[in-house]
């Protein structure tokens, strides 16, 4: 391994960081980190510095670090075929096999799955398809996107503008023409308004309705937003703001895909959100190690009982998802966890024996 004075010369000279200032850090004006590793739901950097990897790798790390049975299978694939294109009817059996275990695991409604890389990759798709959807039925007109003040959908040219973050629109011309931002669900931020949380979600729909109006129904394609939002810390919208929302999209016959970049397949979210049609799930990261110990307890209570569990979560998906949760928590959490097990042998979704296997030294 290439010591580290090495790697961090490099790293400054050749390396482009994104979110990053660029001359500041290559004058080493910056502070740089470099991992080293990562094991479960921890990671330790080239000075031996061991983290909490809370931000599980920008949501992206959803089961955790050092997965051998992971790694070995892509190392099997890889061998035997690392890449082929789906264009023309072309398929592998490994895409063909995934597309199948995902929409088992989808809402009913869906019927076809579509591999892209990223985010922001899934929503540039999304947007191509509702444009294109509206072109085939004659209404070219159709094509504004309506997204929210806050929320973050990527960083290309179209989900920059789509994300409501001056900062990804400053120096690059963004956003670009049909796409429209509306009041974010951030009610803690808004206190300044003098609202209650009700009043708030009122004045949230009346700002969504206005916009549609101000720009004409026959021009407006889709809405997309985050169930919750994700920049500034998973913020949960108001109470009853989803349905409100939902209501206004059907008044006005629009499409709607919601994001589930952060908190796809995640059992311990409970959000009154409509399923949507389009749903980007491409990062599913619900189970991203920020679990504190004393949120343990209501996450079993929710995933042995709790009446708006998803009907599509079957005995054998909970128990994988429970063996996924395990291996993914803190040793202590862990052991809270078996222990409220062990109180309930004989628990439809929640036995002492899935607790055992997914951890055999406890």
Not at 21 to 33: P, T, W
Not at 274 to 298: C, D, Q, S, W
Request: net charge negative; aromatic share 12%.
């Amino acid at each position: 391994m290439l010591i580290n004075n090495q790697l961090e010369k490099w790293d400054r000279e050749n390396f482009f960081h994104p979110s990053t200032h660029l001359a500041d850090f290559a004058r080493g004006d910056l502070a740089q980190r470099i991992i080293a590793n990562g094991e479960g739901c921890y990671i330790t950097d080239t000075e031996g510095r061991k983290s909490l990897d809370a931000f599980a790798g920008l949501y992206c790390v959803n089961v955790g670090y050092g997965h051998s049975e992971i790694s070995d299978a892509i190392a099997e694939q890889a061998k035997e075929l690392a890449y082929y294109h789906a264009y023309v009817g072309h398929g592998t059996e490994a895409s063909i096999t995934l597309s199948k275990m995902i929409l088992e695991r989808a809402p009913s409604h869906m019927s076809k799955v579509y591999f892209g890389l990223s985010g922001s990759d899934a929503n540039e798709t999304n947007i191509k398809l509702v444009w294109y959807y509206n072109n085939v039925l004659e209404r070219p007109e159709k094509k504004k996107i309506i997204s929210r003040w806050r929320g973050y959908h990527g960083s290309g040219l179209m989900t920059g503008s789509l994300t409501g973050l001056d900062l990804f629109h400053q120096k690059f011309d963004l956003p670009l023409q049909n796409v429209f931002h509306t009041e974010a669900p951030y009610f803690y931020r808004r206190a300044d308004m003098g609202m209650d949380e009700q009043q708030f979600v009122k004045h949230c729909v009346n700002e969504l309705e206005e916009l549609i109006n101000r720009e004409g129904n026959d021009t407006i394609a889709a809405f997309i937003g985050e169930p919750a939002l994700g920049t500034g810390g998973l913020v949960p919208p108001p109470q009853g703001y989803w349905p409100a929302i939902q209501a206004v999209l059907k008044k006005y016959d629009h499409e709607r895909f919601r994001e589930f970049l952060r908190l796809a397949f995640n059992p311990n979210v409970e959000f009154d959100v409509p399923i949507p049609k389009y749903r980007p799930a491409v990062e599913p990261a619900g189970l991203n190690f920020t679990y504190l110990h004393n949120e343990v307890p209501k996450l079993y209570r929710f995933i042995k009982n709790h009446p708006k569990r998803s009907p599509d979560l079957t005995e054998k998906k909970m128990t994988s998802l429970l063996v996924v949760l395990l291996e993914s928590l803190h040793k202590d959490e862990a052991e809270l966890l078996v222990g409220l097990i062990k109180k309930d042998l004989g628990v439809k979704y929640l036995t002492r024996q899935i607790a055992m296997e997914a951890f055999p030294g406890i």
